[in-house]
């Protein structure tokens, strides 16, 4: 096979970048910038939508395959412990072996395994291929940035990323709304078959689509044991958030785990200024616009994820809702999320991404705020405001955040940078939802005990307040059977405004969380590198 390679011709003391040169004319179809984009966005589909339908499906998967409720646990924990830990690693691998066929093995994989998960017929099968689907799905999603970074010239990214982050944010919120019609009128197994076709049209498309890109400068070799000091220190800080809310951030294991994940990332820094090709070069850090990209994505997800974690409780548990009802309010967010992301890449493309990412962070902040004034009777008028605007703020954050990563990331990282950008949104979705549920925990332990008192119930054993306490944490009324119908209402009230008081105060610590983001969205720019892109080598 021949390889052609386009190199940027400006040299280090030119004032301005030259426009990339143009990539040799594509064969047919191949390499053309929009049927790329919505190549990868079918593949990026698959992973976003399983992040959200499989907790549908959980329930059901419980009862028929006779599994506990921790065996559930991991059929979630299991996806997103794999995905998060390998994501970096398995952008390296697409910058060292071209994004393509890291994107089109992603893809493969991830389809067979959800195929697989459909087949399974105990809790151990189910959870061993929903961590090969993490693995195959981390592949996919870092690929399919570094695609859209080298086929899009500069002008055109912003709008392509717009679109690429309102998939991933449509699929996730829709994926309640297309579980629970799955579920409900065919079986769990199809929430999992559904993959099979979709990654078998993702497939065809990107073996007749896609055009593999790589730098001249692409990385050679492996850096083994940077890759095995990262994923350890991944796996500690991961195991130790999704293990908090069981233990209790007091628990000793808890901190072990912190305290290993601290000593494995101190390590992995220093072994990487020693290493001739280090899985992350730590100079990339030296762009401030692009440090502050990753922590933005983090405070983002915090805000967002572990804010939203409360609200399915609320609309299901407080009021009521089916998930089918509950994902359909959640439509404001969706719809503005999917109007908003391509309006955000043009609006950063002309005005560069400080202004619209500071003004999306604000919005999130006000939108956390009003969440943390809604009651158990507040109508869906009131809460679709909130939403909209909240989905509203998200746009920009999703699409300016990701660009300003990899945008300011050498092409020959683009990889990389792209895990970069989906292992910051994991762990600050999985720090929010540990976090913000210790400040519910907290408020609803300190408030049960004097509401329950004060509504004039029956005193509770500290084994029973215990049980009433988790259960209120997520809504639930802990009625006991054959309790009078007037004592069940009493608990009912005094259940779901300790829960509503609790989702206020983590809505409060969320918006702050959001606030403090407005400043870090003030360090970024515009990628420096993104010239770089859809002129590179082409094999």
Request: some cysteine; aromatic content about 6%; proline content about 6%.
């Amino acid at each position: 096979m021949t390889s052609q390679t386009t190199i940027d011709a400006t040299g280090p003391g030119d004032t301005a970048p030259q426009a990339p040169l143009e990539s040799p004319p594509a064969a047919g179809l191949r390499g053309h910038p929009w049927l790329t984009l919505i190549t990868v966005a079918v593949g990026v589909m698959m992973v976003a939508l399983d992040g959200t339908i499989v907790a549908i499906a959980n329930p059901t998967i419980k009862e028929d395959l006779g599994a506990t409720f921790a065996d559930v646990q991991w059929i979630t924990n299991g996806y997103f412990l794999a995905l998060a830990v390998t994501l970096i690693t398995a952008g390296k691998l697409g910058d060292r072996f071209g994004h393509r066929q890291t994107f089109l093995i992603g893809v493969t994989g991830f389809a067979a395994a959800s195929g697989a998960i459909g087949l399974s017929h105990s809790i151990a099968a189910v959870v061993t291929f929903r961590v090969f689907q993490g693995l195959f799905g981390a592949l996919l999603m870092p690929a399919a940035l570094g695609l859209l970074r080298a086929t899009f010239p500069a002008e055109k990214l912003n709008m392509a990323i717009g679109i690429w982050g309102m998939v991933i944010g449509a699929s996730t919120a829709g994926g309640p709304i297309l579980g629970g019609v799955l579920v409900e009128h065919v079986n769990w197994q199809s929430v999992f078959f559904i993959n099979v076709p979709v990654g078998a049209l993702a497939l065809v498309l990107g073996a007749l689509i896609l055009r593999d890109h790589r730098a001249e400068n692409a990385p050679r070799s492996f850096d083994v044991l940077g890759i095995a000091l990262l994923s350890g220190a991944m796996f500690c800080l991961v195991w130790a958030l999704i293990k908090a809310p069981t233990w209790g951030w007091g628990d000793d294991r808890t901190w072990i785990f912190i305290a290993a994940s601290v000593l494995l990332f101190a390590l992995f820094s220093v072994w990487e200024t020693r290493v001739k090709e280090p899985l992350i070069p730590l100079g990339l850090f030296r762009s401030i616009p692009l440090s502050a990209g990753v922590v933005l994505m983090v405070l983002m997800a915090i805000a967002f994820m572990g804010g939203l974690f409360f609200v399915t409780f609320y609309l299901q548990n407080v009021h009521g809702m089916s998930p089918i009802d509950a994902g359909l309010h959640l439509l404001p967010l969706t719809g503005m999320m999917i109007v908003g992301s391509p309006l955000a890449g043009a609006a950063i493309t002309k005005l560069g991404p400080r202004i619209p990412l500071a003004g999306g962070m604000a919005a999130t902040a006000i939108a956390m705020y009003g969440m943390s004034t809604l009651e158990a009777d507040t109508g869906s008028g009131v809460m679709s405001v909130w939403f909209a605007l909240l989905g509203l703020g998200l746009a920009p954050v999703m699409v300016g955040a990701t660009e300003v990563i990899v945008g300011n990331a050498p092409m020959e990282l683009s990889g990389v940078a792209g895990g970069l950008q989906q292992a910051a949104m994991q762990i600050g979705g999985s720090l929010g939802t540990a976090v913000l549920g210790a400040v519910m925990a907290s408020k609803v332990d300190s408030d049960l005990p004097g509401n329950w008192t004060g509504a004039g119930l029956p005193p509770l054993t500290p084994g029973q307040l215990d049980k009433a306490s988790e259960a209120v944490q997520v809504g639930v009324a802990p009625v006991p059977k054959g309790v009078p119908e007037q004592v069940a209402a009493k608990i009912t009230e005094v259940a779901h405004h300790t829960f509503i008081s609790g989702m206020s105060l983590a809505s409060l610590v969320a918006a702050g969380v959001a606030a403090v983001a407005v400043l870090v969205a003030l360090l970024t720019k515009r990628g420096a590198n993104a010239e770089a892109g859809a002129g590179v080598g082409h094999i």
